[in-house]
């Protein structure tokens, strides 16, 4: 057989070195499980979206409208925003990866916080772009440090505000230093995941510093609080001229027509993700104090998840209690990939699942 020709082979942009974005403990019990680990909504969807995404099963032979126009106009309608300069993704990954293919080459920068989202140093591996991280302070996005890191190079800043997995976040008038001191040349993303989440009053999901920009894009999702995770939907806001391109990368109905009509209907019950997040905040507060409780501290958290730190120096290490968890049912997450070792992820459920992962680390904690 004749060797493949060096123009025909992969480009090892991502190299094996054991990223994972969803990682969960081994677990061989008969129990029924308790996943808290990958910050989906214990507390369900709109009866709205699932009776919209039910009754449009009954037409699948039918294409998606491959502009999610209705969609994108029921967004509009919602936020205040021109349904025109908005996208819509398979999920808002879909749209970070759209970014990062448009902007960002081999041998450019790819900056981002510390303990950021996993997918931002994978978008930057997919494109051969260097990963650039800046150190953050108790868990927090530093804008100085990011603005430090800023070269010729640095194509993309990508900012998760909360951040996942910390759960922390920078105000608002952060959120626009950052934009203000970073060069037109560097395009800045505001991925605004989990926004619906957000108690405090000065935080910004980043809509209104689009306006006039060219390069600044604010990303959204109906995964996390809209509880549609199964369907994989999301957005992004930007100038005219941005989302023209990116939809031009985009696939040809990326989002399918179940997706669109359940996220059309979840738009039209705002209610029911007030109760979402009024109640997740009840439970992550419980969390918390419970957490403490135990001698364990949360990390403040404004998303619909909160994360532990364990001892590092005593038997009692988070690999130890994510495995003593999991072996009773309970699976929460590791976040050893991201470097924190000693903490550990967990999404906030309902009560009963939130007392069976307290009343887990009790027994552990002895």
Known sequence: MSAVPQSSRPQPYIPDIGISVVKKAGVSTPRKLI??????????????????????????????????????????????????????????EELLDIIARLYARPGDEILFSEFSFMQFPIVAMRVGATAVTAPEKDLTTLVDML?????????????????????????????????????SSVVFVIDSAYAEYVVEDDYTDGAELIDGRDNVIMTRTFSKAFGLAALRVGWAYASPSMIGVMNRMRGIGNVNAIAQDGAVAALGDLDFVARVRDRTAEERSWMSGQLSSLGLSAVPSQANFVMAKFPSDTNHRAAAALNHLAERGVIVRGVEDYGLEDYLRITIGLREENEAVVEGLKGFMV
Request: charged letters at 25%; aromatic letters at 6%; hydrophobic letters at 30%.
């Open 147 to 183: 603005l430090e890191r800023v070269t010729d190079k640095t194509r993309v800043v990508f900012l998760a505000n909360p951040n996942n997995p910390s759960g922390t976040y920078i105000p608002a008038r952060e959120v626009q230093r950052l934009r203000d001191n970073l060069p």
């Open 35 to 92: 996943d808290l680990s990958l910050n989906e909504s214990s507390f369900g969807m709109s009866p709205k979206a699932q009776a919209a995404a039910q009754n449009r099963c009954e037409r699948l032979f039918r294409y998606p409208d491959p502009a999610s126009t209705e969609l994108r106009r029921a967004i509009g309608s919602t936020y205040g925003l021109d349904p025109d300069q908005i996208i819509c993704g398979n999920g808002s």
